[in-house]
Structure formats: C-alpha cells, structure tokens
C-alpha cells in the first residue's frame, strides 16, 4: 500500500447520503473507476484512532472525508485561485499512478473505495489530507451532505460563478447538487432563479429553496435556449450545467447573454463523452468554467461550511427527503432512480 500508515485517519462511518454519482458507477458509465467497488462520497463520522504523524485530529473528533483532497503544498493548493490538489483522483496523472494502491482487500482481492472516500461503510481509512475535522456539535446526518451535494452546487454558485446581487440564474437539473446551486444563488443575492428539468415533480422543491420559476423543456416545442432568451430579453447572467449531459451542457452555454454571460458545468459526463459547440459562442463573449466539489479547499472550507450551516446561514435540511437505516441502502438508490428522492440519508 503506498499511504503511509503515519498519515491516516480510521473513523466511523454514522451518516451517508447517497448521490447520483454512485449511482452513475453501479451503472458503469464513469469506466475510470476499478471494481469491485466501496462506493459512497457524501458521509460524516467520529473517528477512532490516528497515525503517529497525525497531528490536527484525533480520536472522538467528528469528520467529514473528502473526496478533494487538500496535501496543501502541491502547486494548485498552493494556488488561492484553485480548490484543485495533485492528490486528487481527478487529475489523471494521479490516477494512472494509484493504480494498485487499494487500502481494502476481500479474501485477497483488492478493492477500491471510490473517490478514496468509500462511506458505504461502518468503518473507513482515508489520509489525513482527506479528512476535516467538524465542530464537535454538528449533527452528522445532516452535515454529512456537506462531504459532496450541497458544497458542490453552493460553492458553483458563490465561488466559481461568483454570481452577484440582482442577476439572473438558470439552472439545468433539480436534483440534489442543481437544488444547492439554488440555494447559492439565493444567498448570493440572484433576483430571478429559473430551474429547468424534465421531471416536473421538482419543482415545489426547487421553489422552497429558492428558484422563482421553474420549467420543462417537454412542455415547448423549441429549444430551451430560446425559451429562456424570450424569458430574460436576450439571456441569462448565469447558467449552471448540473445534470452530466452533453447536449444540455452546450443548452446552458447558449442560453447565457452574449458578451458576458457564464456557465458553470457542474455534472460529470460519461467518460466516453465529448462536447461540440459552435466556437463562435465563447467568441462573442461568453465564459465556461467546470466546478469540482463548488471551488472549495476542502480541508480549509468544509468546517466553515458546518459552522455557517450550525448559524443559520443557509439551510440544507430541505434537501434531506428520505432518512433510512443503512441494511435500506438498495431502497434509498431506487428513490434515486424513480426520481422520488432528493437525497437519503443513511444511518448506522
Ligand atoms: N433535461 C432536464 N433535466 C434533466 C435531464 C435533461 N436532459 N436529464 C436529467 N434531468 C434531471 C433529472 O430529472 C433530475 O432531477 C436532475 O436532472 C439530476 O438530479 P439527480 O438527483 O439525478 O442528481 P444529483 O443532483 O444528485 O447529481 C447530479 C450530478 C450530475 C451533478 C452528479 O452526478 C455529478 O456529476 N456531480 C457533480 C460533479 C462532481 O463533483 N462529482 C464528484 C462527486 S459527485
Ligand atoms: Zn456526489
């Protein structure tokens, strides 16, 4: 095993939310992934025991893992600009090196735990640089979103869009990661939210936390792009990709105002996937970025973003629509899947 045992963190699994993008690996359309497979990204627990060089947490502390990770004297960590880190899975150089490094083994197999998270499960060892320490009164099914969904679609909102006080925001896709991008806009003082999604069962959800108009592209016989032009004289200040689909990450680019609008794309495609655009598109002044884990650094942010849950500074509660024991977890991926849940949360 290349972790050094000095450096880990074994804790207790107590709360684990389920995201799409386990989902997305059961169904094998992320291929980088090696099966078999601890899936979960989204958890919070207490840890048990520390290695010797460990020196900012310790045994009884809570934690969230972090599927970023922050070593924080790489040169993106080093970067104020960046959230990225050379440790991270999504950097490909790091990936093709780890290729044998698996911290669990099952009658001599290894297995992998999937963005070197792996909560679907009582007990997990991470690195240190994997792990933040919450304040000790977090309560733990409800924080463990801020391990993924919520800093996801919060940070794209405040950190990579930066969106400012009285724009206009369309965001593609009402799950639980789109729904936080929501809450970000909100808070960050956009005046009209548009959310978009095929399923329209969304929407009272979408509404409660903040969209002011919700649509469906099913229900137009044109595209959404320019629907959403005739809605806000030209186009929006901001879009937000947040479904992993190609197509509609090229929607989101057109449906931004030329000359300074911005899209953010949040959703992972399939692996295989590529995107095509008409260049002129960014020519004539619009600006796409990609968002990973919302531009936090992690180990610097996830703790401030418990305490700013803790003071009421946004409230992620809505999100939570099903609560199940851990043996339910099949239970909690077909809520997923027949669009009925926006995120279960999974207790010991
Ligand atoms: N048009 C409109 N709506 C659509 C379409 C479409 N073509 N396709 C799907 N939708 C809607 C669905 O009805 C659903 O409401 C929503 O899009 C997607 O929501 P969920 O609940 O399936 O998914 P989330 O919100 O949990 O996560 C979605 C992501 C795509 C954002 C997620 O899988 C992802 O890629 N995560 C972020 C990237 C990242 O950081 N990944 C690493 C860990 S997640
Ligand atoms: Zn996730």
Redesign the pocket.
Known sequence: MKTSLFFVCFFQILATA???????VLRGSLSDVKYPIILG??GAGIVESVGSSVTDIKPGDKVIPL??PQCGTCRCCLNPESNFCYKNV?SYSNRSSKSDDTIFTCNGTSVSNF?DTGTFTEYTVVEDISVAKIHKDAPLDKVCLIG??FS??YGSAMNTAKVKPGSTCAV?????????VIIGCKVAGASRIIG????TN?FAKAKECGATECI??KDYDRP?HEVLAEMTEGGVDYSF?????T??MESALTSSHFGYGTTII????PSSAKMSFDPSLLLTGRTMKG????GWKSKDHVPKLVCDYMNKKFNLDMLITHKLPFEKINEGFKL?CN?E???TVLTL
């Not at 978009?196 to 399923?199: G, P, Q, S």
């Not at 990709?241 to 689909?245: R, S």
């Not at 949040?266 to 495609?269: K, T």
């Open positions: 389920i995201c799409r993008s386990d989902e997305h990204h989204e599927f970023v999504f963005l993924c969904g996801t679609g593609f896709g009402l799950g639980g990661v789109g729904l936080s978009i999604d095929f399923n969304k469906n592209p959404i990709e947040v479904i992993g689909n197509e509609v949040v959703g992972v495609a968002s990973i884990f919302g997923l669009g849940s926006i995120r």
